[in-house]
């Protein structure tokens, strides 16, 4: 008689509903997170994350949206300074952020377009 192998664990052959890849992506890139942790968590490679992601958001590109978050609390207007910062994007496109934003917000714009 031959030998049987018992694999526990997860299946390899997963499906996950556009939800749920919505979720963990969006877990994934929370501030504070870990893509590491959160792979973990849920049992999946990063690069799948990351592929999650690049899927995510070049359906929404070809939609025509581009993802944009909001804070609760309003940023307060500096005076403008003159400066002005210029973001040249692939493609078609050009964003202007001035010289007096605030780094966190200037950082969360770019991070966006990453």
Do not use: N
């Amino acid at each position: 008689m031959g030998q049987i192998s018992v694999l526990t664990g997860p299946e390899r052959r997963r499906r996950w509903s556009e939800d749920e890849r919505c979720r963990i992506v969006a877990e994934a890139f929370a501030p504070g997170s870990c893509v590491a942790q959160v792979a973990r968590d849920h049992d999946i490679s990063t690069g799948l994350i990351y592929t999650w992601r690049r899927r995510l958001r070049q359906d929404l590109a070809d939609q025509g949206f581009v993802e944009a978050a909001m804070e609760a609390e309003p940023i307060k207007e500096a005076a403008p300074s003159g400066e002005v910062i210029v973001v040249e994007l692939t493609g078609s496109g050009r964003i202007r952020i001035c010289g007096s934003a605030p780094p966190l917000l200037v950082s969360a714009v770019l991070k966006a377009l990453r």
